[in-house]
């Protein structure tokens, strides 16, 4: 059968549509912001956006061992800003505690994150890009890491401001995981405005 | 198809050069001139795990890579991603009729196991190397 120790073992389950508005599958943890960021990419050809800076569109391996492929290409572009966009836990499904994981619903929004990894004037750009495009939007706290690939490029090459965009999903890490559709959107959409309110040149600092 | 090659192949038409890293890392890129440089990320893999300590009969113990989940594991269908292409298994589990109500074993990483439906450690590993290696 040709199986040796060290190969690696997947589900077999694959993706479908639930109830026409839900993205069921295994691994949308982080496929479904690969797909983001590949859309993001269209919809800025398609619509002729000529952006004034390099855009690198970064699909990073071992995110899920510790943020290694993240690491690595951080020092290869050494960027100006970094958007990363992951999933998070949605927690209105039963078992699931509000007060020791916040309150954020699948459904309702890009999550965006406090803590320390993000810079706050980068996040503050994104919320008043939603805000001016009437996008909604969910808010979160992170004690000390986002467990992203945000604090892998937050903490490069001496300090890159960095902002997170999450995707809520419910049930992570088993095959049926779930994202709502219209959230989907939102953080495409989220994304592709929020790049054509950066200027080339910005460092986002504080003082 | 690899995740990363069909999503290379996606946003190809859209980018102007890509660059592929040494484990892998895909990365679009539109203006690689432009000295002001903006990332947008998302992480490609996913959790999965490892073929760890196959017994004498055949069946297969497992090491994580990455979070995975072992409370789901029992009755699932898996590919075994071996050099010669993909094979099926599944995650077995002692039937309800032999378990004792009440003192019920939990799925662990000590007592998941993959069936692989071969008779012994021979035919599971048959053509998977020359050399005698484990």
Same mark, same amino acid.
Not at chain 1, 123 to 136: E, M, V
């Given at each position: +059968?040709?199986?040796?120790?060290?190969?690696?073992?997947?589900?077999?389950?694959?993706?479908?549509?639930?109830?026409?508005?839900? *993205?069921?599958?295994?691994?949308?943890?982080?496929?479904?912001?690969?797909? #983001?960021?590949?859309?993001?990419?269209? +919809?800025?050809? $398609?619509?002729?956006?000529?952006?004034?800076?390099?855009? *690198?569109?970064?699909?990073? /391996?071992? $995110?899920?061992?510790?943020?290694?492929?993240?690491?690595?290409?951080?020092?290869?572009?050494?960027?100006?800003?970094?958007? /990363?966009?992951?999933?998070?836990?949605?927690?209105?499904?039963? +078992?699931?505690?509000?007060?020791?994981?916040?309150?954020?619903?699948?459904?309702?929004?890009?999550?965006?994150?406090?803590?320390?990894?993000?810079?706050?004037?980068?996040?503050?750009?994104?919320?008043?890009?939603?805000?001016?495009?009437?996008?909604?939007?969910?808010?979160?706290?992170?004690?000390?890491?986002?467990?992203?690939?945000?604090?892998?490029?937050?903490?490069?090459?001496?300090?890159?401001?960095?902002?997170?965009?999450?995707?809520?999903?419910? *049930?992570?890490?088993?095959?049926?995981? #779930?994202?709502?559709?219209?959230?989907?959107?939102?953080?495409?959409?989220?994304?592709? $405005?929020?790049?054509?309110?950066?200027?080339?040149?910005?460092?986002?600092?504080?003082? | 198809?690899?995740?990363?090659?069909?999503?290379?192949?996606?946003?190809?038409?859209?980018?102007?050069?890509?660059?592929? @890293?040494?484990?892998?890392?895909? &990365?679009?890129?539109?203006?690689?001139?432009?000295?002001?440089? &903006?990332?947008?990320? =998302?992480? =490609?893999?996913?959790?999965?795990?490892?073929?760890?300590?196959?017994?004498?009969?055949?069946?297969?113990?497992?090491?994580?890579?990455?979070?995975?989940?072992?409370?789901?594991?029992?009755?699932?269908?898996?590919?075994?991603?071996?050099?010669?292409?993909?094979?099926?298994? &599944?995650?077995?589990?002692?039937?309800?009729?032999?378990?004792?109500?009440?003192?019920?074993?939990?799925?662990?990483?000590?007592?998941?196991?993959? @069936?692989?439906?071969?008779? @012994?450690? =021979?035919?599971?590993?048959?053509?998977?190397?020359?050399?005698?290696?484990?």
């Amino acid at each position: +059968m040709g199986i040796h120790v060290g190969c690696v073992v997947t589900y077999e389950d694959t993706f479908m549509l639930l109830n026409k508005q839900w *993205y069921v599958g295994r691994a949308l943890d982080n496929r479904a912001g690969g797909f #983001m960021i590949a859309e993001v990419a269209r +919809m800025l050809q $398609e619509n002729k956006v000529k952006l004034p800076f390099g855009l *690198y569109i970064t699909n990073s /391996v071992q $995110e899920e061992i510790g943020l290694r492929g993240a690491q690595m290409i951080a020092e290869r572009i050494q960027p100006d800003v970094a958007i /990363v966009t992951d999933v998070t836990h949605c927690t209105h499904t039963p +078992m699931m505690n509000k007060i020791e994981q916040g309150d954020v619903a699948a459904g309702k929004g890009p999550g965006v994150t406090y803590g320390p990894a993000v810079q706050n004037n980068l996040l503050q750009r994104i919320i008043d890009t939603a805000d001016a495009n009437k996008l909604p939007l969910q808010r979160m706290a992170a004690s000390r890491f986002t467990g992203t690939d945000t604090d892998a490029f937050a903490y490069s090459n001496q300090g890159v401001p960095s902002a997170l965009i999450s995707l809520p999903l419910r *049930y992570m890490h088993t095959t049926v995981e #779930m994202v709502h559709k219209q959230d989907v959107e939102d953080c495409i959409r989220l994304i592709y $405005e929020t790049l054509q309110n950066i200027k080339p040149g910005e460092d986002f600092k504080y003082l | 198809m690899p995740v990363r090659r069909l999503w290379l192949d996606y946003v190809k038409p859209y980018i102007d050069e890509h660059i592929v @890293d040494t484990y892998g890392t895909v &990365v679009g890129v539109i203006n690689p001139e432009a000295e002001y440089k &903006v990332v947008i990320e =998302a992480h =490609a893999d996913e959790i999965s795990w490892f073929v760890h300590y196959i017994t004498s009969d055949g069946f297969i113990y497992l090491r994580r890579n990455g979070g995975s989940d072992h409370q789901i594991a029992p009755s699932k269908r898996v590919d075994i991603h071996t050099p010669k292409g993909t094979v099926k298994a &599944v995650f077995g589990w002692p039937a309800i009729h032999t378990r004792t109500a009440g003192k019920e074993a939990r799925p662990t990483l000590k007592n998941i196991f993959l @069936d692989v439906g071969a008779k @012994d450690k =021979a035919e599971v590993r048959r053509w998977a190397s020359t050399s005698g290696a484990s």
